[in-house]
């Protein structure tokens, strides 16, 4: 906290006492309404529960902290990015909401092709980790920062490098999906794959390593190791909402059990809030139509296809799917 906001707390607390106490009390209510809100989904919901809870605590950083993370899942990056100044100018110590700061300036120098807001996101992003160096998605973020930026902006490999060594003496499986994610980016995917093997070897306790895993597979292709990882991903977090979308595309990819594929997926899609960390109901509706394919419903499949682009307009399998779908109707005179 900055020394003009330190002095205002402390006349704060020797005149009323009282009422930063009954501030932070009546922020509480709201604020679990508004979270229970953004884990269903409803991000205009808990903006609003939130809004109103800011009239009431208006020093409070959690309630613009998280109102910046639902502007964040609308893509609204200005308004993200208010929030998540005000959040930090509020708590400046801390890591994550630094974190999340860094987040809403990349949404919006990516928007923008801004190389200022690029500047400012890896500032953000080297300032949470400078509060905290434990903070392991803070360092996540920025190697993955110092990979993808050009050199103009700040991108260094052997900065991100540096970085994926910090990862890894605090917590082994973390540091291999760093570096696996380095050299996934540098193409050498041999040594991605056999980081990812290190990382199963040591059976992690959580499920988001799996997830990440069996994402490098379904993307080399290798559907074999893409059930198996999956297969232990529900050993491990048997009732995580992502598990019915990797069970179904497990299923589609192996060809498979067609009829529990679409019902994984269709739960998938009807229970699962569209969330950025979260897979997409977009590739979800993509995976329905492959899997229509597969059973000779063309039409289901350019439904699904229709569907997965009105959610994302630029999602290319979609778009190439159905104009091959398409194509094939017309010369054969119907309209699928």
Not at 125 to 138: G, K, T
Not at 218 to 237: L, M
Not at 238 to 264: C, E, I, K, M
Request: hydrophobic share 40%; proline share 4%; aromatic share 8%.
């Amino acid at each position: 906290m900055n020394l003009k906001a330190a002095l205002f707390w402390s006349c704060v607390l020797v005149a009323a006492p009282w009422k930063s106490v009954k501030s932070v009390e009546s922020a509480s209510e709201p604020l679990a309404m508004a979270l229970d809100q953004f884990e269903r989904g409803d991000y205009q919901a808990a903006i609003g529960t939130l809004s109103l809870a800011i009239t009431e605590s208006p020093q409070d950083a959690r309630l613009y902290q998280w109102r910046s993370r639902c502007y964040l899942e609308q893509k609204d990056y200005a308004l993200a990015i208010s929030d998540g100044e005000r959040a930090v100018s509020e708590r400046p110590a801390n890591s994550e909401y630094r974190r999340w700061l860094g987040r809403a300036y990349g949404g919006a120098a990516e928007l923008a092709r801004s190389f200022s807001l690029a500047g400012k996101v890896r500032r953000t992003f080297e300032e949470a980790v400078r509060l905290d160096p434990s903070n392991l998605a803070a360092r996540r973020d920025l190697a993955e920062f110092y990979l993808e930026a050009p050199w103009i902006v700040g991108g260094s490999s052997r900065k991100a490098l540096a970085q994926i060594e910090a990862i890894a003496e605090i917590d082994a499986v973390a540091g291999y999906l760093a570096r696996a994610a380095y050299s996934r980016h540098e193409k050498r995917l041999d040594e991605a794959e056999a980081d990812y093997e290190r990382v199963l070897a040591l059976r992690p306790g959580q499920i988001d390593p799996y997830l990440e895993v069996a994402d490098f597979y379904e993307d080399r292709g290798d559907t074999d190791k893409f059930a198996g990882v999956i297969e232990q991903a529900a050993r491990v977090a048997p009732s995580d909402r992502r598990l019915p979308y990797y069970q179904g595309v497990a299923l589609v990819l192996t060809n498979r059990n067609l009829a529990d594929a679409q019902g994984f997926l269709r739960t998938y899609v009807a229970t699962a809030p569209r969330r950025s960390d979260l897979p997409s109901h977009a590739a979800a509706h993509v995976w329905l139509g492959r899997l229509n394919q597969r059973l000779g419903n063309m039409k289901a499949a350019a439904d699904e296809y229709r569907a997965a682009l009105v959610l994302d307009p630029n999602r290319k399998p979609a778009r190439e799917a159905l104009r091959s779908i398409e194509a094939a109707g017309r010369q054969s005179g119907s309209r699928p």
